[in-house]
Nanobody, 126 residues
Framework: QVQLVESGGGLVQAGGSLRLSCAASGRTFGNYAMGWFRQAPGKAREFVAAITRSGGMANYADSVKGRFTISRDNAKNTLYLQMNSLKAEDTAVYYC???????????????????WGKGTLVTVSS
C-alpha cells in the first residue's frame, strides 16, 4: 500500500503561484511513476502532469504546459507541482496519483490507477 497526502492548496489571485506537495508513505516511492490530476466543479477528473520514477521525463496537459512544473524528490518521498501564472480555469481539486506504469498516468486511465490521494483544493480568483 501507498498512502498519498496532498497539501499546499488554497486561494490565490489570477496570475499568482502555488506549490502543491504530495507526501508518500508505505511502499518505496521510487518504484512508482507519479502524476497530478484535477477535477473542477461539475467536470470530469483530468490529467495535469506526470513524471517518471527517476524524474527524468515529464508530460503535461496542453492547458498547463509552460505554466506548471512537476518534480519529485525520491529521498523525501515527495511529489511537487509548481503552478505559475494561475488562471481562474485552474480552479479545481488537485489529486496526486501513483502507478507502476508511467503510461497509465499519461493516458489518464483513472480507473486503472494504483493509488490516489484525497486531494487539495486550489481556488483562483479572477
Amino acid at each position: 500500500q501507498v498512502q498519498l497526502v496532498e497539501s499546499g492548496g488554497g486561494l490565490v489571485q489570477a496570475g499568482g503561484s502555488l506549490r502543491l506537495s504530495c507526501a508518500a508513505s508505505g511502499r518505496t516511492f521510487g518504484n512508482y511513476a507519479m502524476g497530478w490530476f484535477r477535477q473542477a466543479p461539475g467536470k470530469a477528473r483530468e490529467f495535469v502532469a506526470a513524471i517518471t520514477r527517476s524524474g527524468g521525463m515529464a508530460n503535461y496537459a496542453d492547458s498547463v504546459k509552460g505554466r506548471f512544473t512537476i518534480s519529485r524528490d525520491n529521498a523525501k518521498n515527495t511529489l511537487y507541482l509548481q503552478m505559475n501564472s494561475l488562471k481562474a480555469e485552474d480552479t479545481a481539486v488537485y489529486y496526486c496519483a501513483a502507478d507502476a506504469i508511467y503510461g497509465t498516468l499519461v493516458a489518464g486511465a483513472m480507473s486503472g490507477m494504483d493509488y490516489w490521494g484525497k486531494g487539495t483544493l486550489v481556488t483562483v480568483s479572477s
